[in-house]
């Protein structure tokens, strides 16, 4: 048996798995299939392995290019446990930790989330388009956002890097 991440032993069928898996990361990656990266790595998480520093980096990208900024970031973090002094993902974390704050909106699914100021910055924009699906879909969007001035609902709400921000603008609920 060879020990993951979690202390819990996996097999070697979970291990050639997370190898074939491995690979198709990358070699999508290659071709900046992004989805595909995407849904590679959720299975590699799935068998249970640690993932290496090369999926984590990948995976990080991949978030990143579609948008959720959050789980890029906690990519970045596990690719830093596995080699901590690497310059580009140090690099790839600073950037977020300046530029990105914390948010969780809470609303209803006709609620929009409009930036105050447009960005030519793909990252910024994939962003907000990947909150704004979320909120479209559920109502609710929990991760990072670029820092500055948005309008969510009828409110202005104000993003910046050094405190999360919570707005929930679901309606109160009474008791009968």
């Known amino acids: 048996m060879l020990a993951c991440a979690h202390g819990r032993p996996v097999g070697r069928v979970e291990f050639a798995e997370y190898n074939r898996l491995s690979e198709e990361i990358q070699r999508l990656a290659q071709k900046n299939a992004w989805t595909g990266v995407e849904r590679a790595y959720q299975s590699a998480l799935d068998t249970g392995v640690q993932l290496s520093f090369e999926d984590n980096m990948v995976g990080a990208q991949a978030a990143r290019q579609m948008g959720n900024v959050l789980a890029s970031r906690s990519r970045l973090v596990a690719a830093l446990r596995l080699q901590p002094n690497d310059p580009i993902a140090l690099a790839a974390l600073t950037?977020?930790?300046?530029?990105?704050?914390?948010?969780a909106l809470y609303g209803e699914r006709t609620h929009l989330l409009v930036p105050e100021e447009a960005s030519f910055n793909p990252d910024y924009v994939a962003a907000v388009a990947f909150a704004s699906a979320s909120i479209e879909a559920t109502g609710v969007f929990e991760g990072l956002l670029p820092a500055g001035r948005y309008r969510f609902g009828e409110f202005e709400v104000r993003v910046d890097q050094s405190q999360t921000l919570t707005m929930d603008l679901r309606p109160v609920r009474r008791k009968p």
């Open 95 to 103: 950037e977020i930790d300046l530029h990105f704050g914390r948010v």
